[in-house]
């Protein structure tokens, strides 16, 4: 096994829980929370079977993509 395999998995598993909590989610955040440089690939992934939601964002000055799951919260 690939060990950057062991590495997406671990991070699929805990973006899935971080979002299945309500949580809302950008990219910025993935790499402070969960050391994750692809965050848009991991939700490609998490959306072939979970209701994952994003919306275009302003945070401050920066527009932003925000990830959450479907009937949580916005």
Do not use: D
């Not at 690939?2 to 950008?26: F, M, V």
């Amino acid at each position: 096994m690939n060990p950057n395999e062991k590495s997406t998995s671990n991070q699929r598993k805990q973006i899935l829980a971080y979002l299945q909590s309500g949580n809302q989610l950008t990219s910025l955040e993935a790499l402070q929370k969960f050391n994750c440089l692809r965050l848009s690939a991991r939700i490609h992934e998490l959306k072939k079977s979970h209701p994952v939601q994003s919306v275009w964002t302003w945070r401050g000055e920066k527009k932003v993509k925000l990830y959450y799951m479907q009937g949580e919260k916005q």
